[in-house]
């Protein structure tokens, strides 16, 4: 299916980027109330990157991903789960029942939507007072490393920004008059990563790739070069899971 934001040449790399924080998952799961046996509708699933941690928790998952490399990667890495099943599909238009789900997802797919169909299309999948949950893995940009990577990222595209993924979604969600105030949650982690993984990773960053185009490459030798000289194999990257969860106000 295709979609604005095409994830074809990404999906090769996209197996190697960071998990959520844990914590950050368990505050979503225990703030909607939701337990083992519980179904959830994942949109935007894709790598599984969100879909393994709900399953790990005794979800059933029903995963939407309109994106057919994306859905071949999600599929192979949760395939050791009984209780999931994948779909062609997307935020604003699923093809999954209405009046389901307990809790719908967006693993850093919220942004990729059409916000506020995405969200009238939410309402119609919940149940009664079921959950909407968006989170979003953010590098912690103060860590000098990182703040060094940005630098490099802007020296090179000076207008480079991360757009709706880095904003606060609450009044994106008070805008749908669909569900109650909207509430955030966040936890942190930090990844040691192995240094040539994650500069490899920066190969299917989609803000980067869509801001960059053709420069891309040219950028991702530039970080290479940067924390190679600064770190050794083995790099420390600290990341701040950050989202909100609403309730369907009916
Ligand atoms: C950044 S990836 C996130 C993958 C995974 N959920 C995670 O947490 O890592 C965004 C995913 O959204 C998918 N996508 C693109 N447009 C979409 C749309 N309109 N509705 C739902 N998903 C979409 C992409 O194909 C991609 O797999």
Redesign the pocket.
């Known amino acids: 299916m295709k979609?604005?934001?095409?994830?074809t040449e990404?999906?090769r790399t996209?197996a190697s980027?960071p998990d959520?924080a844990p914590s950050a998952i368990d505050a979503l799961v225990a703030r909607a109330g939701v337990k083992a046996g519980d179904r959830v509708c994942?949109?935007?699933?894709?790598?599984?990157?969100?879909?393994i941690p709900l399953l790990e928790r005794g979800l059933i998952v029903d995963a939407?991903?309109?994106?057919d490399e994306?859905?071949k990667l999600?599929m192979s890495r949760s395939q050791r789960f009984g209780q999931v099943q994948w779909f062609e599909?997307?935020?604003?238009a699923t093809g999954r029942p209405g009046d389901t789900y307990a809790l719908v997802t967006?693993?850093?797919?919220f942004n990729?939507?059409?916000r506020p169909r995405?969200l009238k299309e939410t309402a119609r999948l919940l149940r009664p007072r079921g959950w909407f949950a968006c989170?979003w893995?953010h590098r912690d940009l103060d860590d000098p490393l990182q703040t060094g990577v940005e630098d490099l990222i802007r020296s090179m595209v000076p207008e480079y920004g991360y757009g709706t993924r880095r904003e606060d979604q609450t009044e994106a969600i008070a805008a749908s008059g669909l569900f109650d105030p909207a509430l955030p949650f966040e936890g942190r982690v930090v990844h040691r990563v192995d240094r040539e993984t994650w500069i490899e990773a920066w190969r299917s960053h989609?803000t980067l790739a869509r801001q960059a185009a053709s420069r891309t490459s040219e950028i991702v030798d530039a970080i290479a070069a940067y924390v190679r000289a600064k770190s050794g194999t083995e790099m420390p990257v600290p990341y701040v899971t950050r989202g909100w969860l609403a309730r369907r106000r009916f």
């Not at 979609?3 to 994830?7: A, G, H, I, P």
């Not at 994942?42 to 879909?51: E, F, K, N, P």
């Open positions: 979609t604005e934001w095409d994830y990404l999906a996209y980027r959520y994942d949109i935007g699933a894709g790598s599984a990157h969100l879909t939407v991903e309109p994106n994306m859905r999600g599909g997307a935020g604003e967006f693993g850093s797919s990729v939507t059409d995405a989170l893995n989609a």
